[in-house]
């Protein structure tokens, strides 16, 4: 059974930081790209990053680019996500999410809440 | 960026009743590569249809995909009580990704 487990959210003040973790299991962790998408409270799905397989190309929506970073241990089947700068607007559910090459989004895990108020 | 726009944004139908979601983007989406997703309250989002028309795997028939280009739809033939909840498009053909909107399905 593939799951997608993440932790690592929690509340910050705003400009704080978080290392957010994606554990996986079920499948193959090192064949497939990863994503983070995230979800305001009462708000629609947001896409933000991406890593592929072997952590050597990554990709960010332009809302987060230069203050989240992306990255992957394949020998620990995790995936990161680096949040730096924070914003109360990046308050959201952080969920992580797999993708095989030229297919979608198809597993997602439960999310893991990041809170940035002061 | 390719922007979706999904309409409407709430639909009320009563069970057994046929939907029909619309999913525009403001360019064609590479090789069709658009898919659907359906989120209830408290989970996460589930896969229906990849590919644009081809359905995920567990997914009841009663829910097809169709479209190419800039046009796709969802239907759902026959509204069962599990199927209200919020349902997104989303295209993964070229980058940034991008969702839709969200089109609520509620019980009339």
């Known amino acids: 059974e593939v799951q997608l487990v993440e932790s690592g959210g929690g509340l910050v003040q705003p400009g704080g930081s978080l290392r957010l973790s994606c554990v996986a299991s079920g499948f193959t962790f090192s064949s497939y790209w990863m994503h983070w998408a995230r979800q305001a409270p009462g708000k629609g799905l947001v896409w933000v990053s991406r890593?592929?397989?072997?952590?050597?190309?990554?990709d960010y929506a332009d809302s987060v680019k230069g203050r989240f970073t992306i990255s992957r241990d394949n020998t620990k089947n995790t995936l990161y996500l680096q949040v730096n700068s924070l914003r109360a607007e990046d308050t959201a559910l952080y969920y992580c999410v797999r993708q095989a090459p030229h297919k979608p989004l198809d597993y997602w895990g439960q999310g893991t809440l990041a809170t940035v108020s002061s | 960026e390719v922007v979706l726009t999904q309409s409407p944004g709430t639909l009320s139908l009563s069970p057994g009743e046929r939907a029909t979601l619309s999913c525009r983007a403001s360019q064609s989406v590479s090789v069709n590569f658009l898919a659907w997703y359906q989120q209830k309250p408290g989970q996460a989002p589930r896969l229906l249809i990849s590919d644009a028309s081809t359905r995920a795997t567990g997914i009841p028939d009663r829910f097809s995909g169709s479209g190419s280009g800039t046009d796709f739809t969802l239907t759902i033939s026959r509204l069962e009580p599990e199927d209200f909840a919020v349902y997104y498009c989303?295209?993964?053909?070229?980058?940034?990704?991008?969702f839709g909107g969200g089109t609520k399905v509620e019980i009339k």
């Open positions: 890593i592929n397989t072997d952590g050597s190309f990554t």
């Open positions: 989303q295209q993964y053909g070229s980058s940034p990704l991008t």
